[in-house]
């Protein structure tokens, strides 16, 4: 059993989580054989064939391989759904994201890997961008069709060849969405492998893969890291958050109290820049906590295909059970339930609960929960004590800072720890597309997106004239 999923008799056990009915087909586990024939396969495709093609035509194939997603749009969007249980508006919004890719992204995504002149007029130089190699990519199961391309679709443009390995919870998701983008490239360029650990741990040490992308957990990161560090292999992690919200009196209570809601029970709080710490300023604390009662109220949760659910099931009971420890021990420790919704019996359905009185060094304040909850706790309206909370964790991957007076937000956010920070919004969906998306402290190593990040799948080599360069 590996996060709740089993394997039995060299195949997965797909499990619908509102339903718990098995998946079918059945996607077969990775043979060690057919791993090692992926890795050479790699190798050869790209040294001989990939690399060897100019930029704008990876770029021109990479934009084919995109559109191909389309064709499969329906099919995508019910399988997400069907394999961890996001609701079908969220399946969509996913679905559709990874679709938009073929455009502006992939622009960026060239102009990242082009060449760069440097001169005084006595000599010149030229920044080239060497491919790597073979680049294995691990994703996740919270955003199995958003995952993939962010991170196979960057080190593809730099000329490395991918071997993707989707979570083993979403399995059919990760083969849909590969090999429809794989079908416009020379075979070989981009690969698919299934299974657990296992096949991942045979990838990550292999000598013959010279970097490794994944988005996780930081324990399973870290396990990552120090098989890679053996070769000094290149990686790419964006892992865990216990992500911040700090509310001061002088903000807009309503629109801070809707996405302080939204943003911890999206995906059933399945996302790894979940709002996880809620610091409300104390003078306004008695009305913003009923605002956000009343607005969890209104969320509904049922059947992820269901229209008017706002929230569907947690993808394993493995993690299920994890968020109702927290909560119980929360309780246990004095934390005051201002509201816990129904939620249907059969299926991994968890309560949407709303916490308040939070203490610092309770559980659900420093683990990562990755689940429905709305964490409440309360500060004294200034800047350091806001500050101090935010970063007091080993995380720091996104943070959101919501107030009136917005010379006050920039100095709480310049002073947190952390790789975003959103003022007065969710920083994910409001950065700028060339920003990068990167982890500080043990929420990651590196960064993808922006474009720092597209330039993490290769590396800088100077071509040095004495004269002007060809």
Not at 50 to 62: G, Q, T
Not at 307 to 315: F, L, Q, S, T
Not at 354 to 374: N, R, W, Y
Request: glycine share 8%; hydrophobic share 40%; aromatic share 4%.
């Amino acid at each position: 059993m590996v996060q709740g999923v089993e394997i039995k008799d060299g195949f997965i056990q797909n499990v619908n989580p509102a339903t718990g009915a098995l998946i079918t087909p059945l996607v077969p586990v990775s043979t060690p054989d057919q791993v090692a024939e992926a890795i050479t396969i790699a190798n050869r495709t790209q040294q001989t064939t990939w690399s060897a093609l100019p930029l704008p035509k990876r770029i021109e194939l990479l934009r084919e391989g995109v559109a191909n997603i389309e064709e499969i749009r329906e099919e995508l969007i019910a399988t997400i759904t069907k394999e961890m249980g996001k609701v079908t508006a969220e399946s969509t919004d996913e679905v559709d994201a990874a679709i938009g890719l073929k455009g502006k992204w992939l622009d960026m995504v060239q102009e990242a890997n082009e060449d760069e002149r440097l001169g005084d007029g006595t000599s010149e130089s030229v920044i080239v961008r060497d491919p790597l190699g073979v680049v294995v990519v691990i994703s996740p199961w919270n955003f199995p069709a958003g995952e993939i391309p962010l991170l196979a679709l960057p080190a593809l443009a730099a000329g490395n060849a991918v071997i993707v390995k989707p979570s083993e919870v979403t399995p059919l998701t990760g083969a849909l969405l590969t090999n429809a983008i794989a079908k416009a490239l020379p075979v070989g360029t981009l690969q698919l492998l299934q299974g657990d650990g296992v096949v991942g741990e045979q990838l990550v040490s292999s000598p013959d893969v010279h970097m490794v992308a994944m988005t996780g957990s930081s324990a399973t990161g870290k396990k990552i890291m120090e098989k890679c560090a053996k070769n000094l292999k290149r990686i790419v992690l964006e892992l865990g958050g216990k992500d911040p919200m700090i509310v001061f009196a002088d903000a807009d209570l309503d629109k801070a109290a809707n996405e302080a809601v939204l943003f911890s029970l999206s995906n059933a709080g399945q996302v790894c820049c979940a709002v996880e710490r809620i610091y409300v300023e104390e003078s306004v604390k008695p009305q913003f906590e009923q605002k956000v009662v009343e607005i969890a109220k209104s969320w509904k949760i049922g059947n992820p295909n269901d229209k008017g659910v706002n929230m569907g099931p947690m993808v394993t009971e493995m993690q299920r059970e994890k968020v109702r420890e927290q909560v119980a021990k929360a309780k246990e420790c004095g934390a005051k339930v201002l509201y816990k919704s129904d939620a249907p019996e059969k299926g991994n359905f968890q309560a949407i609960t709303v916490l308040s009185e939070l203490k610092q060094d309770m559980l659900i304040q420093t683990d990562e929960t990755f689940g429905p909850v709305v964490a409440l706790a309360t500060f004294d309206g200034s800047e350091e004590e806001a500050v101090r909370l935010a970063n007091d964790t080993e995380y720091g991957l996104a943070s959101y800072v919501y107030t009136g007076d917005l010379e006050k937000g920039g100095r709480v956010a310049r002073r947190i720890r952390s790789g975003q920070v959103g003022i007065n919004c969710y920083s994910i969906i409001k950065a700028q597309p060339k920003c990068p998306w990167i982890g500080h402290k043990q929420s990651g190593f590196g960064s993808h997106s922006g474009m720092d990040g597209f330039r993490s799948f290769s590396v800088p080599k100077s071509l040095v004239f004495t004269t002007n360069a060809p």
